[in-house]
């Protein structure tokens, strides 16, 4: 399958952890790689690989991987990590799929 | 700076053709595939294929499959997303990024490191 699953919506308190998920049978294969989209705004990459984060990314934000499903954690949220996350994997065609978006809210 | 910028944005009438653009900049634009990624109003994002430059090697997405042609000419570092024949459902925001892959260890990871601010099309008579 080249699905991957997410969660349509994650709450958090503002500076508790919040982890988001994602699952599909690409991901026993491949890591994924995190989006953060804001409205009105292009998606950005925040995780990629095992663990890894761009620059400029804080280190707030870190990733996992075990069997069909990758993690994104978010470890003492801030107001403004609120917005879409996306996952995104490569599937066995050469093309790439993203999950649905987990929309979190900072409570 | 590594860059990737898109054309201007679009207004067409159903049935009318168009082609967008993505022109990169700051890197060897041959090197790294370009994908072309979807978002329909108050939607999530869609993968809808991917070309590598260098010999334009062309994949879609099943979904995207004879519904759009994306090409790139690289004496030019641009890529194209096009439409023969555009169809209301065909408004939506549309992104280039640039995928990297790399090897760590036994693992292979794919993800895109760049994006475009991306083009609106709206298809409305």
């Known amino acids: 399958s080249s699905e991957l699953t997410q969660d349509p919506a994650v709450s958090v308190a503002l500076g508790q952890t919040v982890r988001i998920t994602c699952q599909g049978d690409?991901?026993?294969?491949?890591?994924g790689s995190w989006y953060q989209q804001k409205p009105g705004q292009a998606p950005i990459l925040v995780i990629y690989?095992?663990?890894n984060r761009p620059s400029g990314i804080p280190d707030r934000f870190s990733g996992s991987s075990s069997g069909n499903t990758a993690s994104l954690t978010i470890t003492g949220a801030q107001a403004e990590d609120e917005a879409d996350y996306y996952c995104?994997?490569?599937?066995?065609?050469?093309?790439?799929?993203f999950g649905g978006g987990t929309k979190l809210t900072v409570l | 700076e590594v860059q990737l910028v898109q054309s201007g944005a679009e207004v067409k009438k159903p049935g009318e053709s168009l082609k967008i653009s993505c022109k990169g900049s700051?890197?060897?634009?041959?090197?790294?595939?370009i994908g072309w990624v979807r978002q329909m109003p108050g939607k999530g994002l869609e993968w809808m294929g991917i070309?590598?430059?260098?010999?334009?090697?062309?994949r879609y997405s099943p979904s995207f499959q004879g519904q759009v042609t994306i090409s790139a000419d690289k004496s030019i570092s641009t890529a194209y997303l096009q439409w023969s024949s555009l169809k209301a459902s065909d408004t939506a925001m549309y992104y280039c990024?640039?995928?990297?892959?790399?090897?760590?260890?036994?693992?292979?990871?794919?993800?895109?490191?760049?994006w475009g601010k991306g083009t609106t099309v709206t298809v409305s008579s």
């Open positions: 990024a640039r995928r990297v892959s790399m090897v760590q260890g036994v693992y292979y990871y794919y993800y895109m490191d760049v």
């Open positions: 700051g890197y060897s634009f041959t090197s790294f595939w």
């Open positions: 070309i590598y430059p260098g010999d334009s090697d062309t």
């Open positions: 690409s991901l026993r294969n491949y890591y």
């Open positions: 690989g095992q663990n």
């Open positions: 995104n994997s490569r599937d066995s065609s050469g093309n790439q799929v």
